[in-house]
């Protein structure tokens, strides 16, 4: 693959943080925290936090707006591969991890947050699946969207090479260029074996240089 990436590796990576980003949004529905005193025992799924969720035994916990935030970040970041396209998709990887850094921060926050609210109580507190799955999902994504940065810092460096050479480019110029083809699009080299111009994302056509 080289310096830069294929544009359908670069599709798949997008397709990826969107399906992670759909998935983090179901999480919401699913037990994030357990309480249990005494007899009673409750579990608190993310949309019980923004509501305020009873926690047994008689206590309940305030409605949380931090989880709204929470709830945005996996729209935002479903939206962001959708709309951002082309040259603007390491953008995207941007906010992606930003998003992402955002997420496991702020559930960190709520965790923190729920176990000095109960404090000294009898009430015993349990981590359930939909907190490990958001934290799962987000270091997921996190490692997707930085790897993206790191092949679209690579992708641009290649096509700053390649812009040195001017449009007269030409396999005598560069020996290596043989096998190259021409985008029909911008007229920017096309490396061997990629699907995608890497400038602007058209499909190639095969044309050598």
């Known amino acids: 693959m080289g310096d830069g990436m294929s544009g359908g590796s670069r599709l ?18 699913l037990p994030s925290f357990g309480v249990s005193g ?11 936090l923004l509501t305020g969720a009873e926690t047994g035994g008689g206590q ?34 941007l906010l992606s991890v930003f998003f992402s850094a955002t ?36 270091v997921l994504v996190l490692i997707l969207a930085a790897v993206s940065c790191i092949t679209f810092r690579n992708r641009d460096l290649y096509i700053s090479r390649m812009s040195l050479l001017g449009p007269g480019f030409r396999s005598r110029h560069v020996p290596e260029a043989s096998g190259y083809s021409l985008c029909p ?9 990629f699907a995608y111009c890497s400038q602007c994302g058209a499909r190639a056509t095969g044309r050598k240089l």
């Open 12 to 29: 798949n990576m997008g397709v990826a943080i969107r399906i992670l980003a759909a998935l983090l949004l179901g999480c919401f529905m």
């Open 185 to 193: 699009n911008c007229r920017q080299p096309i490396r061997p074996g």
């Open 103 to 138: 997420g496991l921060i702020g559930w960190a926050v709520v965790s923190v947050g729920i176990l000095f609210y109960l404090g000294d109580s009898d009430v015993h507190f349990i981590v359930k699946s939909g907190l490990l799955c958001n934290l799962l999902g987000y």
């Open 60 to 93: 309940r916990l305030p409605a949380n707006l931090g989880m709204l935030f929470l709830l945005y970040i996996p729209v935002c970041m479903f939206v962001v591969w959708c709309v951002y396209k082309g040259k603007r998709q390491r953008e995207a990887a």
């Open 38 to 48: 005494g007899a009673h025992s409750a579990e608190i799924t993310g949309i019980a």
